[in-house]
């Protein structure tokens, strides 16, 4: 597929995970595509993880934090650097993911073929299960306030093609350079989970359409980032991430409160503690109890 010239900042966060960062970088390397930059943001890793990939891969673009800013800081440092060089488009992408040589042609094709278009995301498979979708688009139930994943664990054969969506995924995210002028950076409140489906409403707020291009492929390690080497008896998933997903929620429903059924939601997040909080103590989990309770009281202080 040709498409004309593009100028793509590729923005990578790192936090620890040399060996899947890699990996990331080399299907990168090998895309067909060839008019992009890579800038590779690492959150302040303490496993040489940073200085090991800057000795490796010579033509990336390396910045380092002095400290841990979440999946949103870090991309924001990486969009505004991609601000400074006047790209035409950038892409977010999660280092636990492994790119086709021919992804990212199709994208760049979406803008061409629909000028409304404000972001795109490709056909995100599972990594240990080719054929099996992880995303492929998203929704929204406007009375409980959730937010849903389309086609999830479908076969990619009996994938039901949309080109459009109502969100699109941070696992990888492109959209025009100039929609960050117009509605600013990723909300840093989140640290990660839910910023994506905050962006991709404010872009529709914009005025602008959010694509699907099944014709772009790439693979996800699920759960690579969050979840625990070893499953003791508090689980493979650590208690942080059950804090950051209720706070976030309620954040989230709190700052699109249009949206959403007020009594709805509110029915939603009082049944989805109680569940946590029966669950948790029924496992003996106290660790996550205490960090989903935490969770919840942090989410009403956002509001």
Known sequence: MKVNTHNLAVILVNWNQYDLTRACIISLLECTYKDFEIFLVDN?????SFLKLKKEFENVNYI???????????NNIGIKHALRRDFEYIMLLNNDTEVESDFIEPLLSSFKSNVKLGAVQPLILNYHSKETVWNFGG???SFFGLVQTLNKGARRSELKVN???????????MFKANIASKIGLLDDFFFVYFEDVDYSLRIKKAGFELGLQEKSVIYHHEGASWKKKSKKREGTVSPYTHYLRLRNHLYFNAKH?????????????????????????IRLR???LKMSVKGFLDGLKSI
């Open 44 to 48: 302040y890793s303490n496993d040489n």
């Open 64 to 74: 380092q934090n002095s400290s841990n800013l979440g999946f949103t800081g870090a």
């Open 139 to 141: 929704t929204f139930n």
């Open 163 to 173: 080109y459009l969506t109502d969100w699109i995924s941070g696992c990888c995210f």
């Open 257 to 281: 409160s249009a949206e959403f059924n007020f009594f709805g939601k509110w029915i939603y997040q009082i049944f989805q503690i109680f569940s946590y909080i029966l669950y948790f103590t």
């Open 286 to 288: 106290f660790n996550k």
